[in-house]
């Protein structure tokens, strides 16, 4: 009894964090997701002359700047659901 309440509580404390790990990043790669959405549809904005929608994000930061030549570029930063920093940045030039 007390071996297999031994092997319970080992295979628990193995599994379990790779379980949660597994969880976070699923999570972060929906986030990813989420936010190339956004820039394409920003971006399709930028090139329509059409205002710019609210992020759905409320701790990441939203940069546009125009680069020479017309270059429009558009980046995001958000700490992910994994506690990692991440930026995605979409470019266009009308």
């Not at 379990?16 to 399709?44: A, K």
Request: glycine share 2%.
């Amino acid at each position: 009894m007390m071996l297999s309440l031994t092997l319970l509580t080992m295979v628990t404390m193995i599994v379990l964090p790779m379980l949660i790990s597994i969880s976070q990043e699923r999570l972060t790669i929906r986030q990813q997701e989420e936010v190339t959405f956004y820039l394409e549809r920003q971006i399709h904005h930028y090139l329509l002359n059409e205002s710019i929608e609210s992020f759905p994000f409320s701790d990441a930061n939203i940069s546009e700047r125009l680069l020479e030549g017309e270059l429009y570029q558009l980046c995001v930063t958000w700490i992910g659901a994994n506690q990692r920093k991440y930026e995605r940045c979409h470019y266009a030039k009308k």
